[in-house]
């Protein structure tokens, strides 16, 4: 089987749920604790043996291309001053030379259409989509998980997870079939799925969670550039154009998943991810009972 080795992380959006936040920095760089959005996204990743990302960016986000490069100022300065563990830490976010490639997306038409503008770069290989503004919190990471459904199953992974009651219709949603052995019912075989479904014809309560595996075949049914749900080109819909010539597992993964496409969803990221470190989770604790205690 062939082994996926690159993924593209469409980041061209408009962030219109982010603003005014994201109207000066591009929402991918919006903060998640200790570090941009991306970047978590970028190590779950890695952490799962991605060698090449390919981000889809728009006009006015430079910011994410010099995020992914040395800050030659200020690595001289801290070397100035002797601070080796904050260079450390800097050095640790770049990958090596040729690992990141950016991909200008000229006018937002859509998630699959931000897909299709990496298909040179992608090729004949099956491949990741990491939905930066998706965190998910899991040990194995989403993708990890992700992977080894794949290496049991091939053809087209989807991440899925249980919406929370009432929002199907924000998200893609799945259709599902025939359980998969082994995976303790959590990796099936899809029959459907439909993006952003009026509420009453979900077809399950499980939502698109923003990893996925496709296989290159994808690019044929982008290629027809049909516009779905809101009049944009989606990513679902070649999914689903693609179902009758491969097959679609949807897995369900084991973590947690902070979608930072508004204020409250950055908090709850913020919040979760501030917990969760090794280094600052109990100072972060307390700070949060503080704030809490006070109110
Ligand atoms: C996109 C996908 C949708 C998925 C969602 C996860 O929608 O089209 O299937 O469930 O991401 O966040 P968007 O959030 O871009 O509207």
Redesign the pocket.
């Known amino acids: 089987m062939t082994r996926v080795r690159k993924a593209v992380l469409p980041a061209a959006g408009l962030g219109t749920r982010n603003q005014p936040a994201a109207k000066a920095t591009p929402k991918n760089l919006l903060n998640v604790f200790d570090r941009p959005m991306i970047a978590h996204v970028v190590a779950e990743g890695r952490a799962a043996g991605i060698e090449h990302f390919v981000v889809i960016v728009g006009r006015g986000q430079g910011a994410i291309e010099d995020y992914f490069d040395h800050a030659v100022e200020l690595e001289q300065g801290l070397a100035e001053r002797g601070r080796a563990e904050l260079l450390e830490i800097l050095n640790d976010e770049l990958l090596g030379p040729g690992q990141m490639s950016f991909v200008r997306q000229m006018a937002p038409l859509g998630?699959g259409h931000a897909v299709w503008c990496a298909r040179d770069v992608i090729g004949d290989e099956p491949f990741a989509v990491m939905?930066p503004d998706?965190l998910m919190a899991a040990n194995p990471g989403a993708l990890s998980q992700a992977m080894a459904a794949h290496e049991a199953v091939g053809g087209n992974i989807v991440v899925v997870e249980p919406a929370p009651e009432g929002e199907t219709h924000k998200?893609?949603i799945v259709a599902l079939g025939a359980e998969t052995p082994g995976f303790d019912g959590r990796l099936r075989a899809m029959t459907g799925m439909v993006?952003k479904p009026p509420l009453g014809t979900e077809p399950s309560n499980l939502?698109?969670?923003?990893r996925y595996i496709l296989q290159p075949g994808i690019f044929d049914a982008l290629a027809q550039h049909a516009k779905g749900a809101g009049g944009e080109i989606?990513?679902?819909d070649a999914m689903v154009a693609r179902l009758a010539h491969e097959p679609f597992h949807a897995l369900e993964y084991e973590g947690t998943t902070y979608?930072c496409?508004d204020a409250l969803g950055l908090l709850r990221a913020n919040v979760a991810f501030a917990l969760r470190h090794t280094g600052a989770g109990d100072q972060a604790r307390a700070a949060v009972r503080d704030l809490l205690g006070a109110l």
């Open positions: 998630l939905l998706m998200y893609g993006e939502l698109i969670s923003g989606q990513l679902t979608d496409g």
